[in-house]
């Protein structure tokens, strides 16, 4: 059977009556990849802030082990982008399906074996060079993941609830970001020898059945019909050829969307500051408790996972632009109450500031599912979201460990902080504006808007 023979045979056919039931499964499948990998996400996260310093780089002493593993947190980032290249174009060229087969893998095998990975006291310094890889690992697999999902997901959905499927990917990371979450605050009650020996390692362990359970429903879903169109153009003996490959393509013709997809995954800094940076900087300068404010992130997502279909469902009846921008500058205003609240050691108002900003950000977290996947035609999509974003997703991995360069000591400490994650916001904002809004187009009028 040759490539084209291959890729036909996993492909929609052309009049589907299960056409729903598969956009439905390719929803199901990104929700549930999105799962795993912000689960993955939060529990390194966490263990970055409260872990990794005194089990892998105790050695380079009090300040230098915070500053290595919240470093360590953000050298994902920095193989984000190769993994955006490497399987944007795979995605493009073989198939989303297969594709993200493939970053699933890598993501739930690599955050299992960190689960598994020797400390510093047991092997020496090589435990923190491992930790470093098995990171990039999840680095690459990012890189393409989610844009994997997305853009099969929106390939399937109806043009008119493009937003609301695509979204699902969406809730998947607000889902699997309060797993996440939730996963450490039993395990930070257990004594501090047990909970740097072993209990730390439960979250990592538990991303293994979570990984095989997405691998069985993502390999039923296959490719869409607007895929397949594009690769009947020039087709070959063993499949289509290319005269440019994906990366080449987007830069060429799309680099102004391209560019404003980087600005605006400047939005991504909400979540790294609040789970990250916020639970970091409230227990080691206000004495907070960390089970409490892990508790407290945990318990506003989960309120919030109910709220996101909504902003889905509006960005199919507005637009994209203005839930996304509304959403930015919100969280901009509301990190100010919340870095307030927490150096007040205010738990109530903790909660409630969390609370607002979880429910804004929620809004441009969903919409920018549909909104980056709508601004690349279906040849290059999957590579032009995948690279605009990890691009600019390498800034966001170190902003925890920016914000904590630039933070004051004492009261109002945290204002540079803030006034940093305003300019982040603004710039996304304005990113967004200069967009062409596209709720409710097909995908073949996408194409075509994307060839002009």
């Not at 989303?96 to 299992?112: E, H, I, K, W």
């Not at 690769?231 to 060429?252: F, L, M, Q, Y």
């Not at 990113?431 to 994307?450: H, P, Y």
Request: hydrophobic share 55%; net charge positive.
């Amino acid at each position: 059977m040759t490539t084209s023979d291959r890729l036909h045979a996993d492909v929609e056919p052309a009049i589907a009556p299960g056409s729903t039931r598969m956009a439905r499964k390719a929803a199901l499948s990104a929700f549930l990849g999105s799962t795993v990998e912000y689960f993955d996400f939060v529990i390194f996260a966490t263990a970055s802030a409260l872990i990794f310093k005194s089990v892998f780089f105790a050695a380079l002493g009090a300040q230098g082990a915070v500053m290595a593993s919240l470093a360590t947190f953000g050298v994902a980032y920095v193989a984000r982008p190769l993994g955006a290249v490497l399987f944007g174009t795979l995605g493009d060229k073989i198939g989303r399906s297969r594709t993200l087969v493939y970053t699933l893998v890598l993501m739930g095998g690599a955050t299992f074996i960190v689960g598994l990975l020797p400390t510093a006291a047991q092997i020496g310094p090589a435990a923190g060079v491992i930790l470093v890889v098995l990171r990039l690992a999840q680095g690459l697999s990012a890189g393409g993941e989610q844009a994997g999902a997305n853009a099969l997901t929106a390939e399937h959905a109806p043009d008119a609830k493009r937003g609301l499927f695509t979204g699902w990917t969406m809730v998947g990371v607000a889902v699997g970001t309060s797993l996440g979450s939730a996963a450490f605050i039993p395990l930070t009650s257990l004594p501090e020898a047990d909970l740097q020996s072993w209990g730390w390692r439960i979250p990592f362990l538990v991303a293994g059945p979570l990984t095989l359970v997405t691998l069985y429903i993502r390999r039923q879903v296959r490719e869409a019909q607007a895929f397949a169109k594009v690769h009947e153009h020039a087709p070959s003996a063993d499949g289509p050829v290319r005269t440019r490959t994906p990366i080449v393509e987007v830069v060429a013709h799309n680099w102004p969307n391209m560019i404003r997809v980087i600005v605006c995954s400047l939005f991504a800094v909400s979540g790294s500051m609040m789970s990250v940076f916020t639970v970091s900087y409230g227990v080691a300068n206000f004495d907070l408790d960390a089970t409490k404010l892990l508790s407290i992130v945990s318990i506003v997502g989960l309120i919030s996972i109910p709220v996101a279909p909504l902003w889905a469902m509006l960005s199919d009846r507005i637009g994209r632009r203005p839930v996304f921008i509304v959403s930015v500058l919100g969280i901009a205003a509301s990190f100010f109450g919340l870095f307030a609240a927490v150096e007040a050691a205010n738990y109530t108002t903790i909660f409630i500031m969390m609370l607002v900003l979880m429910l804004i950000a929620t809004g441009g977290n969903m919409v920018q599912a549909p909104m980056y996947t709508e601004m690349f035609p279906t040849q290059v999509r999957y590579t032009g979201y995948a690279m605009s974003t990890q691009i600019g997703l390498v800034f966001v991995g170190f902003t925890p460990a920016i914000a904590a360069a630039i933070a004051g000591e004492g009261r109002g400490g945290w204002l540079a902080v803030a006034l940093f994650i305003t300019a982040c916001m603004v710039a996304a904002a304005v990113s967004a504006f200069t967009a062409r809004e596209t709720k409710g187009m097909s995908i073949a009028q996408i194409d075509a808007l994307a060839s002009k």
